[in-house]
């Protein structure tokens, strides 16, 4: 697992969980939390799904929110790199959605690893960096987390590798 903070949901099947996604594999890994009335799942993976493939860094959810977001900025390949992976926290035995954040942020040559969803304060918008090189544009881009469209792109010349935006 990648030694970030993960994230935190209700799992339909298993209540509260913690989840981490990992550099190495395409895993994501929920392990329960709840020892008073989950205590079988208490400290204990109970579902591992499959991610786009390895090299994640983070995952994001919010307590108003029913998406899981799972990076891959570290893939070798620059289609997943370039995505990311939303899973649906009330079903997560469907298939994750794929939503291309650098192509929608319209950079033109670069890397584009799109890299650390974070929510807004309200909930209702993530923002994902997209990396590129020194001498390469990079930027913000704003989702919608109730339709998971697009809603903003923040580029700036003086955007160079953004990270750390909390609210």
């Known amino acids: 697992p990648h030694p970030g903070r993960g994230a935190n949901f209700t799992d339909p099947q298993n209540g509260p969980v913690w989840v981490t996604s990992a550099l190495g594999n395409d895993k994501i890994t929920l392990i329960g939390t709840d020892p ?47 995505s990311v992976a939303v899973f649906d926290t009330t079903n997560l035995d469907a298939p994750y959605q794929v939503l291309p954040i650098a192509e929608w ?40 987390d109730k339709t998971l469209k697009l809603k903003a792109v923040i580029d ?9 935006k909390f609210n």
């Open 36 to 82: 008073e009335k989950h205590a079988a799942n208490a400290w204990k993976v109970v579902r591992v799904m499959k991610g786009q493939g390895g090299g994640s860094l983070f995952v994001k959810t919010h307590p108003k929110s029913k998406h899981l977001y799972v990076d891959t900025p570290l893939n070798p390949d620059a289609k997943i790199a370039q």
């Open 156 to 164: 700036d010349p003086r955007i160079v590798t953004p990270t750390g």
């Open 105 to 144: 942020a319209n950079l033109g040559e670069g890397p584009k690893r799109v890299v650390q969803p974070e929510y807004n304060a309200a909930g209702d918008e993530v923002w994902f960096s997209v990396w590129n090189g020194k001498e390469q544009k990079s930027a913000l881009v704003i989702v919608d």
